[in-house]
Each structure stands twice: as structure tokens, then as C-alpha cells.
T-cell receptor
Framework: DQQVKQNSPSLSVQEGRISILNCDYTNSMFDYFLWYKKYPAEGPTFLISISSIKDKNEDGRFTVFLNKSAKHLSLHIVPSQPGDSAVYFCAASEEFNDMRFGAGTRLTVKP | DTGVSQNPRHKITKRGQNVTFRCDPISEHNRLYWYRQTLGQGPEFLTYFQNEAQLEKSRLLSDRFSAERPKGSFSTLEIQRTEQGDSAMYLC??????????FGPGTRLTVT
């Protein structure tokens, strides 16, 4: 059961522009959401998170938005840099137990 | 460096053999997780320890899989009688809070 979905397998953006990665979920009991970045041959690296009691969290160039009514979250990267090119995974958890991951979106930032 | 480490990084085995992987978490993290990742998919939860207690197991974890975390430190994941469908990346993560989980580099298993 795919409780977390990333419907865009890939995204290409020009350097300096905004990257927007999207994620949808079905389980209304999820109370914590995270974004991870993954480079080839490495494990996922934690990027940014948001609690279900918030609708926005910022960390430098990265902002995560949560729309609970739509069961949707997004990651904004501004400005995008070539080093941001990686696979981005959306994840969600319920009461800090197992995390459910989306299938990932491959972001390519072109110089 | 005090990140999560996993050994071996790569393992090639013949079908029917047993394999064991090791994970060393970040030292102050009492929670430890195992995930499996196949090509084109996100990590799938396998099991979770809080200290030495195994608190949750996914239905993906068949009876051929067993995990331990003696003394609440490192953890091992053993797969008995490996099958070709077990070929995947096995990821370990640790956490202090249970929310942000920090992943190791993974062990890539190839069953021939």
C-alpha cells in the first residue's frame, strides 16, 4: 500500500531557479513529515522536516510546506544549485515509528 | 566521524546461502531501524529497535529474516536461505528522538 506518493519521477530545473518537489499521502494519522536527499552509492541524508501542527518550515534555501486538508506536502529549493542534483525522497511517520517513503524524484539542476 | 556505519558495503552470495549484515548506529542514538530499498523505490521499513528491544516488524520481514541488537548497541540483520528476490540495498538508520533518522551508506546484496 503506497501511503506516500511522489508522482513525478524526475524534474529538471535551471540553476538559480526554484525547484518544487511534490508529495501526497493517504494516511491522516501521519504526524511528521521529512525530506531526504540521496546521492548515488550513499544512504539518504536528512534534509528538512515538518510536524503536522505546522504548515511551513524553512531552513536556508529549503522550505517545506504542508497542506493537511489536501494531504500534500512540497519542498521548495531556492535558488537551485547544480549540487542539489540528487534523488529526493518524501517520508512520513506516525508517532515516530516506522517511516513510509515515496518512490523518489530525481532532480537535475542544469548550470 | 560518528555517523552510522554498515558492513559490508557489498555482498554477493549464491541462492540458498545465509548472509549477515552489521550496523553501528550513532553512539547516543537508542533507536535503530532497518530498511530495504529496491531499484526505483524508496526505502521500505523492515524492523525497529529501541535499545535492545525489537518493537516493530514489517510483514516484509519473513521468517527467513532475523534481526538482533544485543546490549542496545550495534545491530545485525541475518537472511537465511537467500533468494534472488532478496537482492536489494539494506539500509540502517538510527535516531535519538524517533523523528529524524540518520542513515548509513547501506549494504548492497546480490543473490545469484
Amino acid at each position: 500500500d503506497q501511503q506516500v506518493k511522489q508522482n513525478s519521477p524526475s524534474l529538471s530545473v535551471q540553476e538559480g531557479r526554484i525547484s518544487i518537489l511534490n508529495c501526497d499521502y493517504t494516511n491522516s494519522m501521519f504526524d511528521y513529515f521529512l525530506w531526504y536527499k540521496k546521492y548515488p552509492a550513499e544512504g539518504p541524508t536528512f534534509l528538512i522536516s515538518i510536524s503536522s501542527i505546522k504548515d511551513k518550515n524553512e531552513d536556508g534555501r529549503f522550505t517545506v510546506f504542508l497542506n493537511k486538508s489536501a494531504k500534500h506536502l512540497s519542498l521548495h529549493i531556492v535558488p537551485s544549485q547544480p549540487g542539489d542534483s540528487a534523488v529526493y525522497f518524501c517520508a512520513a511517520s506516525e508517532e515516530f515509528n516506522d517511516m513510509r517513503f515515496g518512490a523518489g524524484t530525481r532532480l537535475t539542476v542544469k548550470p | 566521524d560518528t555517523g552510522v556505519s554498515q558492513n559490508p558495503r557489498h555482498k554477493i552470495t549464491k541462492r540458498g546461502q545465509n548472509v549477515t549484515f552489521r550496523c553501528d548506529p550513532i553512539s547516543e542514538h537508542n533507536r535503530l531501524y532497518w530498511y530495504r530499498q529496491t531499484l526505483g523505490q524508496g526505502p521500505e521499513f523492515l524492523t525497529y529497535f529501541q535499545n535492545e528491544a525489537q518493537l516493530e516488524k514489517s510483514r516484509l520481514l519473513s521468517d527467513r529474516f532475523s534481526a538482533e541488537r544485543p546490549k542496545g548497541s550495534f545491530s545485525t540483520l541475518e537472511i537465511q536461505r537467500t533468494e534472488q528476490g532478496d537482492s536489494a540495498m539494506y539500509l540502517c538508520a538510527s535516531s535519538r528522538t524517533g523523528y529524524e533518522q540518520y542513515f548509513g551508506p547501506g549494504t548492497r546484496l546480490t543473490v545469484t
